[in-house]
Every structure is written in structure tokens, then in C-alpha cells.
């Protein structure tokens, strides 16, 4: 049974950090796509990232490059977001999401079959 497990979201000022991460389990690690997805109050779920668990291969949404980083540790099946300069905007329930197999089709929820519970990251001004 797959699980995803997502922690580290918290609440922080504007211009800190913070670090998520997304515990996977049941089934093979390696050799998938996951990612990171959030939703703010009122809108629409939208993708923040992805990252091919074979290869290491990264994907961003061109408004989350460059302050946002997705990296994996294999060995503990876990995929990280690093977020710096945070502003209050990025404010939302950060959720981790699992495409099975090595073809990227893209950042869209379509595309992700499981998902984690969510992680709520607030930033305050």
C-alpha cells in the first residue's frame, strides 16, 4: 500500500525557510516521479516540483524556481523541499504527490495518482 507521509511545514516569517519532507513507502522507490503540489485558501492546487527517483532528473514550475529545491535521499525513500525567501503568498498546504514509472508527463495533479495528507506552511509578514 502506498504512503506518503509529509512533514517539516510550520509557521515562519517572511523571508525564512524551511525544509519539507515526504516519507514514502509500499512500494518500489526508485524509478517513480514525485513531486510537490500546494493549495492555497480559494485556489486551485498548483505544481511546485518534481524529481525522478531513478535518475534524480528535476522539473519546476517557472514561478517556483529559484527560491524553492527539490531533493531526494534514496536511501530513507524521502524527497525534500527546500524553501527559502519565503513570502506570506507561499502560504498554503504543501502536498506530496507519486506518478508511478520513468515517463514525466508533466507538473499537473492528473498526472499523480497518490497522494500525502498535506503539510500546512504559513508565512507571516
Known amino acids: 500500500q502506498v504512503r506518503l507521509v509529509e512533514s517539516g511545514g510550520g509557521s515562519v516569517q517572511a523571508g525564512g525557510s524551511l525544509r519539507l519532507s515526504c516519507a514514502a513507502s509500499?512500494?518500489?522507490?526508485?524509478?517513480?516521479?514525485m513531486a510537490w503540489f500546494r493549495q492555497a485558501p480559494g485556489k486551485e492546487r498548483e505544481g511546485v516540483a518534481a524529481?525522478?527517483?531513478?535518475?534524480?532528473?528535476?522539473y519546476y514550475a517557472d514561478s517556483m524556481r529559484g527560491r524553492f529545491t527539490i531533493s531526494q535521499d534514496k536511501p530513507k525513500n524521502t524527497v525534500y523541499l527546500e524553501m527559502n525567501s519565503l513570502k506570506p503568498e507561499d502560504t498554503a498546504l504543501y502536498y506530496c504527490?507519486?506518478?508511478?514509472?520513468?515517463?514525466?508527463?508533466?507538473?499537473?495533479?492528473?498526472?499523480?495518482?497518490?497522494w500525502g495528507q498535506g503539510t500546512q506552511v504559513t508565512v507571516s509578514s
Open positions: 504527490a507519486l506518478s508511478r514509472g520513468s515517463r514525466y508527463y508533466g507538473l499537473e495533479q492528473r498526472y499523480f495518482s497518490f
Open positions: 509500499g512500494y518500489p522507490y526508485s524509478g517513480n516521479h
Open positions: 524529481i525522478y527517483t531513478g535518475g534524480g532528473s528535476v
